[in-house]
């Protein structure tokens, strides 16, 4: 009497598991961040395969032994209570499971939250990124570019987005380069990511957020060095700027197509504090010169020097000097990961 | 007045469910008119305080709305069957899977679950009724009409469509100016006032009412469940009660409580619906894990094993319930202590949980198990229940959480607890527990026809969507790009799909197969029952038992079976019962009016009804209704009647 559903199931996910990872973009990392949480996932199944064999094994084993039968026929089992050993094991096993599942999550918690290790020397690229209706704007401000519904993005670069939303909570996802975070209105969130890989990535909301979320996807493209510094060039001398009157009429718009743009609209149209200056009262604007912007925007995040800290990022320290871009590994060709 | 807010524009699909209704609704006057039933509705079933009646009304309104939840189940998998589906548009997609989540889980769950404890509860300790009967005529009465509140949003003025977690500022008048999640707020505050009064009802029918002999260690585990499921209810359904009223006075009043503007904080609805929102998946689960218990002992001829860890684990679990809130929403930014904190505390909850699955399979382990209809689906339960309990663990984890959270995985997952965990449940309590109240059991052939095929097609059905979540693809899309390479796995998921519907067509089927042809139980025990639900007659006398039985083991009825020694000690001697009232109903009604009249913003006559609903309540204070008494007599001839003798 063992059911054919789950054993099918098992079946099914050994075989589509292992070899067929690269249909399966959350086990097809790009970038350290995501390939964190692959192998925090393939650990995890690996875990509850153990856990559920156990279960099944038990389980066929006593359905087959003590179903009725002719000949146990009139059989009357007898008063069982229980058994001290037996059930404190299946106590005292599953918490030893569930504590070292417990590790892995607070340790690759902590590693995805923060700049991955072998960028941490690196002065990271702010993108804002920041949605309404159904699209996400794109702001540098180190570039002072803008763009709508594509990044791009350099390889081999620390990436920190900041998110937030001019309406609904959207999320914030690229499952082959990190996990989602959400975008909200009333207050700013971080993600840390990098590309490791040149490459077109699929990134969308995915937080349901009304009639048009099926649509709202955007492109991540991962480019070199090289092309990414011609790339903001090339917008720099070829686009136009992003006026107050354009934004706004970004922003009632349903749907756009891509667009780009050679100003950013953090000028005029500031984001939202982290939760730092709710709590301190303290809602100082952050519109100022570009970069003058994110080196104070960094401060309210990662207040340094104040203990009262109300941040709810526990990131690294960032450079507190703004540098000019930080230079790309001289290799470029690694197209394929490493 | 505005007419046009009242209609629903353009959907073919919409007009067809108008005219099925009002055809439904025609058949049914028709109907009671033609066979003169009026006056036995009202008196039988609409005025009835009886806790197995009830039980039953809250049962057929449970599968009801199984009914209308599983045709939103199987429009969403046909929208999605294929990429780009032109079935249905965004906005129809969006109101269809926001109703099948607080449908299915509001009122069919839920309901099921409390008909079956009105049925059971008070059978199972010995009394004759609830603590409140009348408080329960008004639990159901409200729960009814919140419910058909909810329903006719679809075919006047617009269901709702901010999903079933109704986030803010989806939610809020701007983004969703329509009246459809004014429909929410109402429609689930009229329910959830009623479920509020049954928690507080079930707790004092348990803690006061029991049988002589029969302690707290001694109660059957099915009340063992139900009790801590009240707790829960208790605890967690006043937050999601004042939740509502700030999200009513957001749309209805203009305040400024989770709306982006003047310090209004989307997050904190967020935090109190899931503060609610994590113990109601409780309160849905636990009294699936009594049924499970009570069968799987029946059916293996054994006491429960492990006894004590067994209620123990569900007192952890729902303690822990109030604990976890914060794991539905890990990518809000809360930073690394707490998502950590939250992992641990929703990891925890897979101990004792795990100790409940040993334990059942330890009761099965030498016993004599026979695979009856009920059993069948309860041995089904573990090892799909456990796929859903491993990848529970998998996504308690916050940092692969931010890879699940929202995807299709997600999906599968909570499928993979509440379609074996609670779904199961109830079909399987249903069938056990059928000829206790109807006099005769449901047929076995038919019965195990519906559930293989229900419990392969589950597989097909939810199965594919841990895939789909893994490529990327997140819940609530209504439409999906030839590219995605979402199609073939959808497609086998709306195969499932239409497999489980055939598989509820044959359940009902046999329902009425089982009407008109089974063979009638005599003795009321047709599973050599244990616990004392099946030491009275069935159908069940009014009275439930004619004299109160005195217990001294965990499965009295089992014991004085195999020991030969006498359950009933006293004499019997007259009965006092509660008398039908219709002010519940009424009361009902005048609740389904108001919460009408707000969603439409029509003042005056909400403040009609407001008034309404103020007077029935005094009216109800002052009235002095001592019930009456069946005379000694009377039970002892109704006593043999129902044993088969002749008076």
Redesign the interface.
């Known amino acids: 009497m063992n059911k054919k559903g789950p054993l099918y199931a098992l079946f099914l996910s050994l075989v589509l598991l292992l070899p067929g990872c690269s249909s399966l973009a959350v086990l097809n990392p790009k970038g350290p961040a995501a390939r964190t949480l692959s192998d925090t996932i393939i650990l995890s199944i690996l875990v509850m395969m153990g856990v559920l064999a156990v279960v099944y094994i038990l389980y066929v084993f006593v359905l087959v032994k003590y179903r009725a039968k002719k000949s146990n026929e009139g059989y009357i089992p007898e008063h069982e209570e229980g058994n001290k050993v037996l059930e404190a094991i299946w106590i005292i096993i599953p918490i030893i499971i569930v504590a070292f599942l417990s590790v892995v999550t607070v340790k690759s918690t902590h590693a995805v939250e923060n700049v991955a290790e072998q960028y941490k020397d690196q002065d990271p690229l702010v993108i804002y990124a920041s949605s309404s209706n159904w699209k996400w704007h794109f702001s540098y401000p180190e570039e002072g570019i803008e763009t709508v519904n594509y990044v791009n993005i350099p390889v081999h670069r620390a990436v920190e987005f900041r998110l937030y939303s001019f309406g609904t909570i959207t999320s914030f996802w690229i499952p082959q380069l990190a996990g989602q975070k959400y975008a909200m209105s009333d207050m700013l969130t971080e993600l840390n990511l990098s590309a490791d890989t040149v490459g077109s990535y699929m990134g969308r909301n995915s937080n349901f957020s009304g009639k048009g979320f099926a649509h709202m996807e955007f492109e991540a493209l991962v480019m070199t060095g090289d092309e990414y510094n011609e790339w903001v060039q090339d917008v720099k001398a070829n686009e136009p700027e992003l006026t107050e009157d354009e934004f706004k009429g970004l922003l009632a718009a349903e749907h756009l197509g891509r667009k780009t743009y050679s100003s950013t609209h953090l000028t005029f149209s500031p984001p939202p504090g982290d939760h730092s200056e709710h709590m301190s009262g303290d809602g100082s604007e952050m519109n100022m010169e570009n970069g003058n912007e994110d080196h104070q925007d960094n401060k309210d995040i990662h207040p340094s020097p104040e203990p009262s800290s109300q941040t709810e990022f526990d990131g690294e320290p960032n450079p507190e000097l703004e540098e000019p871009l930080p230079s790309f590994p001289a290799d470029e060709s690694t197209h394929e990961g490493h | 007045m505005d007419l046009e807010k009242f209609k629903v524009h353009g959907e073919p699909l919409i007009y067809g469910a108008m005219i099925s209704i009002a055809l439904a609704t025609i058949g049914i006057i028709v109907g009671l008119t033609y066979f003169k039933k009026w006056g036995y509705l009202w008196r039988e079933w609409l005025t009835t305080v009886d806790h197995k009646r009830i039980g039953v009304m809250y049962i057929i309104a449970a599968l009801l709305m199984l009914f209308r939840g599983g045709v939103d189940a199987l429009m969403m998998r046909l929208q999605t069957a294929a990429p780009e589906m032109k079935f249905l548009d ?2 129809h997609y ?1 109101e269809v899977f926001t109703t099948h989540g607080l449908i299915m889980i509001l009122f069919m769950a839920m309901p099921f679950i409390i008909g079956l404890m009105n049925v059971i509860i008070p059978l199972q300790i010995g009394a004759r009724d609830v603590a409140f009967p009348r408080l329960n005529a008004i639990s159901f009465w409200l729960f009814f009409m919140g419910a058909m509140l909810l329903n006719i949003s679809f075919v006047v003025g617009g269901s709702p ?3 079933w977690s109704a ?1 803010f ?2 939610a809020s008048i701007e ?2 100016p329509t009246v459809g999640n004014n429909y929410y707020s109402l429609a689930l505050q009229i329910s959830g006032i009623g479920t509020l009064m049954t928690g507080v009802n079930f707790i004092v029918t348990i803690l006061k009412m029991r049988a002589p002999g029969m302690t707290l260690m001694k109660m059957p585990m099915f009340t063992w469940s139900v009790l801590i499921t009240n707790i829960i209810i208790v605890f967690a359904f006043p937050v999601l009660t004042v939740a509502l009223a700030l999200m009513m006075f957001d749309r209805l009043f203009g305040s400024q409580f989770f709306t ?1 503007a003047n310090g ?4 904190l609805w ?1 935090n109190l619906f899931w503060v609610w929102g994590h113990p109601e998946v409780y309160i849905v689960i636990l009294p699936a894990f009594g049924i499970y218990s009570e069968i799987i002992a029946t059916f ?4 429960l ?5 067994m209620v123990f684990s569900m007192v952890i679990i729902s303690l822990l319930s109030f604990l976890v809130w914060a794991h539905h ?1 890990y ?7 707490v ?2 904190f939250f ?2 505390t929703t ?2 909850i ?2 004792p949980t ?2 409940k ?3 059942w ?2 009761t ?8 009856t209809t009920p059993m069948l689906y309860t ?2 339960f ?3 229940f ?2 859903g309990g ?2 529970g ?2 996504l ?8 699940y ?3 299709m995985f997600l999906v599968a997952h909570f499928h993979y607890v509440l379609i074996p965990g609670a779904v199961f449940a109830v079909i399987a309590g249903f069938h056990y527990w059928f000829p206790k109240v109807f006099g005769f059991r449901l047929n076995d052939r038919i019965g195990k026809h519906a559930f293989w095929w229900i ?2 097609s ?3 059905t939810f ?1 594919p969507m ?2 789909l ?4 693809m ?7 790009s030839e590219e995605s ?1 979402f199609g073939p796995l959808n497609m086998l998921s709306f195969a499932g799909a239409l497999g489980l519907a055939i598989g509820f067509v044959i359940l009902v089927y046999n329902i009425y197969w089982s009407t008109r042809y089974a063979p009638r139980d005599t003795n009321g025990d047709p599973w050599d029952g244990r616990t004392l639900e099946w030491a009275t007659h069935s159908p069940i006398p009014a009275y439930n038992f004619a004299v109160i039985p005195k217990v001294n083991s965990r499965d009295p009825y089992w014991e004085s079976k ?1 020991k030969n020694t006498p359950l009933y000690e006293d004499k019997i001697t007259k009965i006092h019962l509660p008398n039908n009232t219709g002010k519940p109903f009424i009361l009902g009604v005048i609740f389904f009016f108001l919460g009408f009249f707000l969603v439409f913003s029509m003042w005056i006559p909400a403040i009609v009804a407001g008034v309404g609903i103020i007077i029935m309540l005094a009216v109800m204070s002052f009235e002095r209704d001592h019930g009456f008494y069946i005379s000694a007599e009377e039970v002892a001839a109704t006593e043999k009647k129902l044993r088969g003798e002749t008076v």
């Open positions: 965004a906005q969006n469509d901010a999903g986030y500022p989806l983004f969703s982006m209004g904080m989307d997050m967020a293996s001829k054994k006491n094993y492990g006894y004590t860890s929403f990518t809000m930014g809360q930073g690394v202590m998502n950590s992992s641990i990891m925890a897979a101990v795990g100790v699955i040993f334990n399979l330890f099965l382990r030498k016993g004599r198990i026979s695979f041995l089904a573990i090892p799909i456990t796929i491993v990848t663990v998998m308690a984890m916050a940092s692969a959480d931010y890879q959270h929202n995807t419990a392969i589950f597989n097909v199965f841990f895939f979540g893994l490529m990327g997140t819940r609530r899309m209504y439409t999906y390479g195999q």
